[in-house]
């Protein structure tokens, strides 16, 4: 009754994707490094956005794909190769965060903190320069080497068939994602919350995670769901595993909604100044609109998009609001970043599309060979078939 | 026996493929009152029986929501014109304070009222007789078999050609399942002398028991924890005081919260001279001063002032508010009679604040103004 062999034959992707790819990444390198001349630091500003959105997808790709392993879903195999392409972004992250760290004196208050200031002086132990760039090249290192291990068996699969490779890939996975939870909090802590080194708030990194895990799969979701109306996968797979992705973003918008309000209410309840300050900058002249604009634009649209049954099998619906939600997680990101420099104005002029450009186009180029030397499926997987007759 | 009526032909599948497969053939042949009962829910069924989508979301999302709207009604009106209390220094409407309770009542609504709905609108419960009860099929099918069941009143029913349709689809132990006479024509009473015994016995077990626990039980070791603490309770002998008082007085010198001492205790001359009335004549004072005079002063010295008491001579009445005296005494001297009393006249210091005491006392000289009049103020 159930065959083991799975049909596949590789397709691979037009070159307008290269095309693509190549024009976004040259005119957002191009507007990065006029910024980076004119406005060097408004530039290291829209740096660090991009570089906390790219490490959102790599890493939170790769969380995908290691809690696909860790739980033994079956629904998502067919698409893990989306996952791991994307996830193989990781290799770039330097490109964005060498410029910081070159930068890091006029960008972090707590590298010089004035000698009446206790509280910078006091956390001095954690934030100082050297600590900083071993945590943020150590970090890199971890993601790069889990990475690599796990990527690598799975590729191997696809010639031996090998059933233990996917053993030592739920291994990996389950050593992965406790380091997982470490690094992406501090991440959150070293290049969001130290942006405001007076600032602190313990449920931060669970806030950048639900951010994280949110993109990552939104950006799954728009490769799979094309690639797979394009019949770049196998045959068979049914718009119920649509319903899984989309209910699985649902859940993270609800995720995201619940983290942002928890932090919110505490130090709204509390109402004590040494916390209440970070929101406050951003209640003050046009920043207000613009975080009403963050409720809306990140939990009430994709909520209501997102919520009835159909509306999660329908691709054209589910691609528009994965869209959706990568914006919602830049406009987050940029919520998270800008206030803290600019007061009562919202900076926007050409500066700030650079980074988001370039981001898309290296994502593309990236995808693109991963997906020209590489299969679009893991064939070897021997999850594959269930996945792909995977109903409700 | 009489004539049996037939409900419907069953037949039973070894394996869940088949029965799907059975239950898109049975579609194919237009059948519509037809189920397929499995052990547990068969994934890809809903399609292969061409259902229509669940209407149990539209219950959800109405009832949700209205959970939602009734959440956020009643916490405004409650905490916001009912009985407004400042809590943390946030407004009587603080909207963030309600969100987790909206979100509580929304959540709770809405599961309700889905597995209610489920239950009694959706699945027709309590359903106390089928036809498909106690037969050898419902045994199998709810252990590790697959049926289908396909229903006499279906309009595309006839036994032969359903038969065959069975044969067709492969399935085993085609049988017809016949109403039982009694499950037609039973019909429940109400007032059964076995069921009202029932509820006899329900009612004297559930009040029993409630009377005993919340009674009894909590008396009894060791349930007495929370009722027997080892702790002073008021007006119990201590044994840890010298003087065995288990009330104990405040420190001296303590004093509350928005009461300052009185320094002109039995001094009335000198607080006449020295307090002066902080609180300015205006309208919200005097209608203060009004209602606390009409409460406690009024009952023996009049609502005009005039010590016409309503006690009828059971007290005796106190001297008018408008002599000479009265009127020329400073507002502290008055002051120095409501927090120290004079003669038999009582203090009012526990009764009335401080501020209150002034506005009474600006109450009273309107009233004195009122029976002796100046020239100027007919002007």
Not at chain 2, 126 to 151: E, R
Request: charge should be neutral; include cysteine.
């Amino acid at each position: 009754m159930i065959s083991s062999s799975v049909e596949y034959q590789k397709k691979e992707l037009p070159s307008k994707v290269q095309t693509i790819g190549l024009g976004l990444l040259l005119v957002g390198l191009l507007i990065v490094v006029l910024g980076y001349v004119v406005n060097p630091e408004r530039s290291a500003y829209n740096n660090i956005i991009g570089l906390t959105f790219l490490i959102s997808i790599a890493v939170g790709s790769l969380f995908f794909v290691a809690i696909e392993f860790l739980s033994g879903a079956a629904w998502s195999t067919p698409f893990r190769r989306v996952g791991e392409f994307l996830s193989s972004t990781v290799w770039i992250l330097p490109l964005l965060f060498i410029p910081l760290l070159l930068n890091v004196n006029t960008i972090f208050q707590w590298t010089h903190p004035a000698p009446a200031d206790k509280t910078l002086i006091d956390k001095a132990p954690y934030l100082n320069v050297s600590f900083f760039v071993v945590r943020v090249i150590g970090f890199w290192l971890l993601w790069l080497l889990f990475y690599y291990l796990m990527i690598r068996n799975s590729r191997k699969q696809d010639q031996t068939k090998d059933q233990h490779l996917t053993k030592k890939n739920i291994k990996l996975s389950a050593i992965f994602m406790p380091l997982f939870a470490l690094t992406i909090s501090f991440t959150a802590i070293d290049w969001l919350m130290s942006i405001e080194p007076h600032w602190f708030s313990t449920i931060f990194g669970v806030y950048y995670f639900s951010g994280t895990i949110l993109a990552a799969l939104a950006i799954g979701a728009i490769f799979i769901v094309l690639l797979n109306e394009r019949g770049f996968f196998v045959k068979g797979i049914h718009t119920d595993s649509y319903y899984s992705l989309g209910a699985l973003i649902f859940a993270f918008t609800n995720f995201w909604a619940y983290i942002a309000f928890s932090q919110f209410l505490l130090i709204w309840y509390a109402n004590l100044p040494e916390e209440t300050f970070w929101f406050l900058a951003r209640w003050e002249g046009n920043w207000k609109f613009f975080s009403v604009g963050l409720i809306i634009v990140h939990f009430l649209v994709p909520y209501i998009g997102l919520l009835s049954q159909p509306s999660k099998m329908n691709p054209k619906r589910l691609i528009f609001m994965s869209g959706w939600i990568l914006f919602a997680h830049y406009y987050d990101l940029y919520w998270l970043v800008m206030p803290n420099f600019f007061k009562e104005e919202i900076p926007f002029s050409w500066i700030e599309l650079g980074f988001p450009l370039l981001i898309a186009g290296l994502i593309i180029l990236v995808f693109y060979y991963q997906a020209k030397r590489n299969n679009l499926v893991p064939i070897g997987d021997p999850k594959l078939k269930r996945g792909i007759d995977f109903r409700l | 026996m009489s004539e049996k009526i037939l409900y419907s032909y069953t037949g039973i599948f070894d394996t869940p493929d088949e029965v799907t497969h059975a239950a898109e053939e049975a579609v194919k042949q237009g059948y519509t009152k037809y189920d397929v009962n499995t052990p547990y829910p068969l994934h890809g069924m809903n399609k292969a029986m061409n259902l229509p989508p669940s209407k149990l979301g539209y219950v959800a999302l109405i009832f949700g929501l209205s959970g939602a709207l009734g959440g956020l009604l009643s916490l405004w009106w409650v905490s916001a014109i009912d009985y407004p209390l400042v809590i943390g220094g946030k407004p009587f409407f603080s909207f963030p304070a309600y969100i987790p309770v909206i979100f509580e009542v929304t959540v709770l609504s809405a599961a309700i009222a889905t597995v209610l709905a489920m239950l009694f609108f959706f699945f027709k419960l309590p359903n106390n007789a089928h036809p498909l009860h106690a037969t050898d099929y419902m045994k199998k099918v709810s252990v590790d078999k697959y049926g289908i069941v396909i229903q006499a009143d279906d309009p595309k029913f006839d036994e032969a050609s359903v038969r065959k349709f069975l044969e067709r689809v492969h399935a085993k132990e085609i049988n017809a399942v016949y109403w039982v006479e009694e499950e037609i024509t039973h019909k429940h009473k109400i007032f059964e002398p076995k069921f009202l015994t029932f509820l006899l016995v329900v009612v004297i077990i559930t009040s029993g028991t409630t009377y005993f626990s919340l009674n009894k039980l909590m008396f009894m070791l060791p349930f007495n924890w929370m009722m027997e603490q080892q702790k002073q309770n008021p007006q119990q002998k201590s044994l840890v005081f010298a003087d065995g008082f288990g009330m104990r007085k405040p420190v001296e010198g303590t004093i509350a919260r928005g009461f300052l001492p009185y320094e002109f205790q039995g001094q009335p001359d000198l607080a006449g001279e020295k307090l002066i009335n902080p609180i300015p004549i205006s309208k919200e004072s005097l209608q203060l001063g009004q209602t606390k005079y009409d409460i406690y002063c009024s009952p023996c010295h009049g609502y005009q002032g005039e010590g016409d008491s309503r006690l009828r001579g059971q007290f005796p009445n106190p001297p008018s508010l408008h002599s000479e005296k009265v009127r020329t005494w400073s507002d502290g001297r008055i002051f120095a009679v409501l927090t120290d009393g004079q003669n038999i006249m009582p203090s009012y210091s526990t009764q009335l604040t401080v501020d209150e005491r002034w506005t009474v006392i600006n109450y009273v000289r309107a009233l004195q103004r009122a029976l002796n009049a100046k020239e100027s103020d007919l002007q």
